[in-house]
């Protein structure tokens, strides 16, 4: 088992990681939640895999009532908010009973922020079960819907009261999902966690110790800006280039994280701020997990990057590596990279 306390303040909570820790959820609750009901949420498919171990783990301890939403991105929106909130006061919610979202970082913004509004918050422990959700969205409190064609923006900041994470769930996850949370991971090694890098070298099973290593450089940046104000910045290394590139020709999120961490270390080189000694080995860790290592010529999208509505007043900050497991912000203004990158 690994534990990492983050450390919040009052929020402060615990992310457990064991193989089948699914099969003995209420051992772990029990610390910090002391009522009789629980309401799992989750969606159709993690629903089919998983719920009835969930259910058996806590039945001994727990009342269990649940709700099942359609699986994938669709399922953030208001219309499944609602139903969500619908079915839980039909089911005489209180107060003080606990939500447990069981699913991948769909059902854990969803989750989270029904947990958020109803009666003004109610307490939610998260049960990731996609590889994305593990590594990364488990930490920061971000909760929230897709709204007005837009992503994320209905939500709120709310730490769950325990994140238990099960590496075994990674089992049934299908490939381009797994790839999807892999480009992410491999990221969190490239910007803060050389030796995550290193144990990813040998190729092994995302376990509880990989998992662990890759969430304590999220968990670094989230407790010294825990409102998302601007440190948290460095988490989008291989985002600049990755949202040019990955609508435009389909691939997962972590997908194009993965060509565009190629893209920046390639920029960073040729300003002379990345060292030459990163390409090579992050190439040949995403070429071992299968990843796309497409070659995109960073120039040619630089424009796109001047259009993204994210860069304001005409700066850019561009995230790049110095050396494997660190990284700098560089603001480069549209000026400089029309007259001299272009
Ligand atoms: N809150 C945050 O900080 C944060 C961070 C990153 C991403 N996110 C959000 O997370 C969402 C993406 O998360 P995701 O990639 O987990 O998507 P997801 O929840 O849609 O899961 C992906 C697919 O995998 C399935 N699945 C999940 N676990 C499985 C398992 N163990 N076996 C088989 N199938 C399984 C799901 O049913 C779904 O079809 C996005 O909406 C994104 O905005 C939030
Ligand atoms: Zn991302």
Same mark, same amino acid.
């Given at each position: 088992m690994k534990t990492l306390?983050?450390?919040?303040g009052i929020d402060s909570y615990k992310i457990l990681i064991e193989d089948d820790i699914l099969s003995r959820l209420s051992f772990y609750i029990k610390e910090v939640?002391?009522?009789?009901?629980v309401y799992i949420i989750t969606d159709d498919t993690v629903k089919d895999l998983y719920l009835d171990k969930v259910i058996n783990s806590l039945k001994d301890d727990y009342q269990i009532d649940y709700v099942v939403v359609p699986h994938g991105e669709q399922s953030k929106s208001i219309e499944m908010f609602i139903h969500v909130c619908e079915e839980l006061l039909e089911k005489n919610i209180r107060r003080n009973e606990l939500l447990i979202g069981l699913g991948g970082g769909v059902i854990g913004d969803l989750t989270g922020f029904v947990a958020s509004s109803l009666y003004r918050g109610i307490p939610y422990v998260n049960v990731p079960t996609s590889l994305l959700s593990q590594m990364?969205?488990? $930490? =920061?409190? %971000?909760?929230?819907?897709d709204f007005y064609g837009r992503k994320n923006i209905l939500g709120a900041f709310k730490q769950p009261k325990m994140v238990l994470i099960d590496p075994l769930t990674l089992n049934t996850l299908p490939k381009r999902e797994f790839n999807n949370g892999m480009g992410e991971l491999i990221k969190h090694g490239a $910007? =803060?966690? %050389?030796?995550l890098l290193d144990l990813l070298f040998d190729k092994p099973r995302i376990d509880e110790n990989i998992i662990a290593e890759s969430l304590k450089v999220k968990r670094k940046v989230v407790e010294i800006d825990p409102f998302d104000q601007g440190l948290r910045m460095t988490l989008n290394f291989g985002h600049t280039f990755g949202h040019a590139i990955e609508l435009k020709y389909g691939y997962k999120h972590g997908e194009?994280?993965?060509?565009?961490?190629?893209?920046a270390i390639k920029m960073g080189e040729d300003l002379g701020v990345t060292?030459?000694?990163?390409?090579?080995p992050i190439l040949k860790i995403l070429k071992l997990y299968e990843l796309p290592v497409d070659n995109y010529d960073y120039h040619d999208y630089?424009?796109?990057?001047?259009?993204?509505?994210k860069n304001l007043a005409g700066v850019v900050n561009f995230i790049f590596l110095t050396k494997l497991g660190e990284c700098t912000i560089t603001k480069i203004s549209e000026k400089e990279i029309k007259e001299n990158l272009l």
């Open positions: 306390d983050i450390n919040l939640y002391k009522n009789k009901k990364d969205s488990s $930490i =920061g409190g %971000k909760t929230g819907i $910007i =803060g966690n %050389k030796k194009a994280v993965a060509i565009g961490m190629l893209m060292s030459k000694e990163c390409y090579e630089l424009l796109d990057v001047l259009n993204d509505k």
